[in-house]
């Protein structure tokens, strides 16, 4: 009997979603190829199969096939052939399975990088707090620096800043290239002060350079006011005012106001000041006040800062007259009224006798400042006043002040000094029994009392000072009334 004739293995045919997958996610565009996958079979060694004859199957791709991301794929260019696969059997039988490209049209390879995989890789910045006890090297490794390129960019700080400065709780920017394993250090910045920073980046040379940087602060114009309840300080931290300003505030009006004895339950305070930001919003200080306002019983104080035409600036009422006085009321900042002028049991002698100034009790230390521009006439121990500052103003007036624990160092007898210019610091010397300053107004060699001097206003604007002053006014009245608004319609 004739042996039965083997029937040959029947051919596969793949998708073409398959071998689409399989172009696009080569990146290729394939256009007018065929796709042989030549596979592994169980042998065979009966009959050998010729390759198949045109039997492939044309199949159109997919039109809504979308592109890898990494390439952009062309599209099939008009009387382009379909692309055919088919499984053959023309592989070795005994070989792995391998798919073949044939027919290929070599025009058609197009391949086109995304345009953002064409961009230099984006640093990385990390921010990284100073501890105590760090040094630069210590931060720079800390983030992923390497060793030796930490070592070149704390080099390129010398003659522009020395690392020991940095202080505990400072945050250091530190700038490494994105993606590279080796982590190449590209910068950093420090801060330095409040509107500087230094940056040290990569020159030409590959190397670093470091220069200093003067940031560009945010301004804002802020509005705080209340009514006072128990102290002004306390009413007006409430109100959301920094410290420092509270006491800009109280100098301002320390020519009109006794901030010990004048102010009273229920007086309300207004005042608009600059606030200085950096870029990033993380640091800010308070500058100067712009208006302020001091409702003290039947008073009424209205100021206004004003830059006259020489830059200098200064304040003054709603008419132009300037709020700075010949003398001082208290020339001395949180202070404590402790004793006045009068007669008065003296707390060392132990007996009454005239009491021939005004007492303010502070910390030692606390700076005591001129209460008007004059010379200083004398300078030095001064039996009971202990040390002891005279300034004279003019022909009439004189001031005085006691029990120092040391003066300013460059002042002497014969110095000029200004109004608001510091001339020593508080103490207990001389017949003292706490720290506290002694201050006397003397009109033509007699004490007076200083609560009772009368005040001159040392200066008037008139002509076209007072009309630029003018508009400045109605300016800071109608920001005012802007910052004010927000609050009312809340409290509606």
Do not use: C
């Not at 190397?207 to 802020?222: P, Q």
């Not at 705080?224 to 420092?244: F, K, N, V």
């Not at 200083?450 to 001159?456: A, E, I, L, T, W």
Request: glycine share 10%.
């Amino acid at each position: 009997m004739r042996p039965r004739k083997a029937r040959p293995a029947p051919i596969r045919w793949v998708p073409l979603m398959t071998a689409a997958g399989l172009a696009f996610t080569a990146g290729f565009g394939v256009a007018g190829a065929t796709f042989h996958y030549l596979g592994n079979r169980a042998p065979e060694p009966q009959t050998e199969l010729a390759p198949p004859q045109a039997a492939a199957i044309p199949v159109a791709a997919p039109a809504e096939l979308e592109p890898a991301a990494l390439f952009a794929q062309p599209g099939p260019s008009a009387g382009a052939p379909a692309v055919q696969v088919a499984l053959t059997a023309d592989a070795p039988t005994d070989g792995p399975g391998i798919w073949a490209l044939t027919n290929l049209d070599q025009s058609s390879l197009v391949a086109e990088a995304a345009p953002e995989l064409l961009l230099p890789p984006e640093d990385e910045v990390l921010e990284v707090e100073v501890e105590k006890g760090d040094t630069l090297i210590d931060i720079l490794q800390r983030a992923g620096a390497v060793g030796s390129e930490a070592q070149a960019a704390i080099a390129a700080l010398k003659g522009v800043y020395d690392p020991r400065q940095l202080r505990a709780g400072a945050r250091v920017s530190v700038a490494l290239e994105s993606g590279d394993e080796t982590s190449p250090l590209q910068g950093l910045t420090i801060p330095i002060a409040f509107a500087q920073e230094l940056k040290v980046d990569r020159d030409e040379a590959g190397g670093f350079s470091a220069r200093t940087v003067e940031l560009t602060l945010d301004r804002e114009d802020v509005l705080a006011g209340g009514t006072i309840s128990g102290s002004l300080y306390d009413s007006a931290r409430a109100a959301g005012m920094p410290a420092e300003t509270i006491m800009r505030f109280v100098k301002l009006l320390s020519w009109d106001v006794d901030f010990q004895r004048d102010l009273k339950e229920g007086d309300r305070f207004e005042v608009i000041y600059d606030r200085l930001s950096t870029p990033d919003g993380r640091e800010a200080r308070y500058d100067d006040i712009s208006f302020a306002r001091l409702v003290n019983g039947e008073r009424d104080f209205i100021l206004y800062r004003f830059e006259r035409e020489d830059g200098s600036r200064a304040w003054y009422d709603a008419n132009g007259k300037s709020v700075r006085k010949s003398l001082l009321r208290t020339p001395i900042d949180g202070a404590r009224l402790s004793s006045g002028f009068g007669m008065r049991r003296h707390p060392v002698l132990g007996y009454s006798r005239m009491h021939k100034g005004t007492d303010f009790a502070a910390p030692t230390g606390t700076p005591i400042y001129a209460a008007g521009d004059g010379v200083i006439e004398m300078r030095g121990r001064n039996r009971g006043y202990g040390n002891y500052i005279r300034i004279r103003h003019n022909a009439e007036y004189a001031t005085a002040y006691g029990h120092m624990s040391r003066f300013a160092k460059q002042l002497k007898v014969g110095s000029k000094v200004r109004q608001g210019e510091v001339i020593g610091y508080v103490g207990t010397t001389g017949l003292s029994t706490g720290p506290h300053l002694h201050y006397e107004v003397l009109h033509r060699g007699a004490q007076i009392n200083p609560m009772s001097v009368k005040q001159n206003v040392a200066e008037e604007l008139s002509g076209k000072e007072l009309a630029r002053f003018k508009a400045e006014r109605d300016r800071l009245d109608a920001l005012r009334r802007q910052l004010a608004a927000p609050a009312q319609v809340a409290q509606n």
